[in-house]
């Protein structure tokens, strides 16, 4: 029995077998795929209730031969959607930190006329994070057909990108993720002394700097699962709070970009 590294894998190695020897008993001329995802990561029961459906349909004419047999999986689907879903969220918030209150850091020490104008900039430096490098990438992989492979994260864009460019796209993955990684780090360090220097002075700006040190060192020797996880906790609890912030600062901001503010 092979073990799978995530729960995600499991989605893709369900079979699918022709059930041959259901259509010759009732006469059928027509092919009935049956998906097994008994075994999957959603797990079913309906397997039979759908061959006592079939032969009941069959016996009353309702099913003849050359009718075509779709089933509506609304539980798969429901669970496909939930995977999909907190995928996305949690990569999106990752991806361009929207909505987490790291950015304004950045942004505030921008030269501009008016805030709203540098508020306009980092929105749009969501849609191009997101919306266009992220799916480019999607797209890549996809047109590889390299989503059933078993491969996940960092591996599968390398396999992607493989297939088409050969060992070059690997290495070039990897150091992309290099510069991305590394830039991460400078950039989060940024935002968090800035932090230290408000909340407690600059003399907690060392200690700051070492436990940046300390935790850099231990997450390089973690699980990419557990760091992973760890990272998308901690954006969570990042989020809750700055939406409040946002909630209660939206009336001054709509003022602001109406040029109403005094």
């Not at 430096?125 to 994260?153: H, K, Q, W, Y």
Request: aromatic share 12%.
């Amino acid at each position: 029995m092979p073990i799978l590294r995530s729960y995600y894998q499991d989605v893709y190695r369900s079979p699918v077998v022709r059930l041959d020897g259901y259509s010759g008993r009732h006469g059928l001329t027509s092919s009935i795929l049956a998906y097994l995802d008994f075994g999957g990561a959603t797990g079913t029961s309906k397997d039979g209730l759908a061959e006592t459906m079939l032969a009941f349909a069959t016996e009353r004419g309702a099913l003849q031969p050359g009718m075509p047999v779709v089933e509506a999986s609304s539980g798969s689907f429901g669970a496909a959607l939930k995977i999909a879903l907190s995928q996305c969220a949690k990569r999106g918030l990752f991806s361009n930190e929207a909505g987490m209150g790291s950015t304004p850091h950045a942004h505030a020490v921008a030269k501009v006329d008016k805030p709203e104008e540098q508020g306009i900039v980092a929105m749009i430096g969501v849609f191009l994070d997101t919306f266009v490098v992220l799916t480019l990438t999607a797209l890549v992989i996809l047109s590889t057909n390299s989503l059933g492979s078993g491969a996940e994260g960092v591996a599968l864009a390398q396999l992607a990108f493989s297939k088409v460019f050969g060992n070059f796209g690997g290495v070039f993955i990897a150091i992309c993720l290099l510069f991305f990684a590394f830039s991460t780090i400078i950039g989060w360090y940024f935002f968090g002394e800035q932090n230290i220097k408000y909340l407690f002075g600059q003399k907690a700006v060392k200690i700051y700097a070492l436990l940046v040190v300390i935790f850099v060192i231990i997450g390089s020797t973690l699980k990419v699962d557990l760091v992973w996880n760890l990272s998308d906790l901690f954006n969570g609890i990042m989020v809750f709070p700055n939406l409040l912030a946002l909630l209660a600062l939206s009336g001054l901001v709509v003022a602001i970009s109406r040029g109403k503010d005094k």
